[in-house]
């Protein structure tokens, strides 16, 4: 038996121990939350190294959980966020499955500009998954400036244009990376989304019955598709095995998913 998990902080919304817990206790492992306050980080990570063989990372955690690892992919170090940490022999490395989930679900679609709201973690990893898929120009809008300036800079380092935004601004797409919508603030997501033209919705919020978002997009990846594809290919590292996403969207939806 083996233990895996999630840290963060809230996690009261999480739905990611019934997604993984339907792979994972076919081997007769668990997978457990554990939401912790920022003073905690770094003893939760310590004792995860020893008690756990990997854990996820989320909100609001996966930049500074970097400092707690021992190593870190190539893809951390140019997102500088990790969201999936594998521990073998008391050593945690730090990889990024969101923005691979997110390459995976948007590849084949045609965007070179992007709006993103946001700053955080999961706003570098869209931001790289799209770079990776061609799109050479973002816009970023957040509410503390300072993140974005560093999302901006951050952006700038692989090549691309980068501006921070006092508003939203047309582009091909629009990328909800905020709990907006999952959480709070409904209408002032759709204040901003309704102010700007865009073809394709990457909506990293995530709400079992939709989000305001997924009623109003007609071209929409929805943060249920990226949750659980980032678990997958998690899973992928942890285990080394494949991992049939039906079986993760039904220990959601049942049968109707």
């Known amino acids: 038996m083996a233990l895996y998990g999630l840290i963060g902080f809230p996690l009261s919304h999480s739905l990611s121990y019934k997604i993984n817990n ?11 939350t554990f939401e912790t306050a920022p003073e905690d980080l770094f003893a939760v990570v310590s004792s995860l190294k020893t008690l756990s063989q990997g854990f996820n990372v989320t909100i609001p955690y996966k930049k500074s959980v970097i400092l707690y690892l021992d190593h870190i992919s190539d893809e951390v170090r140019k997102i500088g ?17 969101d923005y691979l989930a997110i390459m995976n679900l948007a590849s084949g679609k045609k965007i070179n500009t992007a709006m993103i709201l946001g700053a955080g973690g999961g706003a570098r990893a869209a931001a790289f998954a799209l770079f990776n898929l061609g799109c050479s120009k973002f816009f970023i809008f957040n509410r503390t400036k300072e993140k974005a300036l560093s999302l901006k800079s951050k952006i700038e380092s692989w090549g691309a244009y980068a501006e921070v935004v006092e508003g939203p601004k047309n582009a091909d797409a629009f990328v909800n990376a905020t709990p907006m919508g999952m959480y709070f603030n409904d209408d002032a997501l759709l204040n901003l989304y309704t102010k700007g033209n865009y073809k394709t919705v990457i909506d990293l919020a995530y709400d079992i019955n939709g989000t305001p978002l997924s009623r109003m997009a007609k071209d929409y990846i929805s943060g249920i598709d990226i949750l659980i594809e980032q678990a997958a290919l998690s899973i992928e590292i942890w285990k080394g095995i494949k991992v049939d996403r039906k079986d993760m969207r039904s220990a959601l939806y049942g049968n109707k998913g």
């Open 22 to 32: 339907a792979i994972l206790n076919r081997f007769g492992d668990h997978y457990v």
């Open 81 to 97: 966020a990790v969201n999936a940490v594998k521990v073998e022999q008391k050593k945690a490395y730090g990889y990024n499955t």
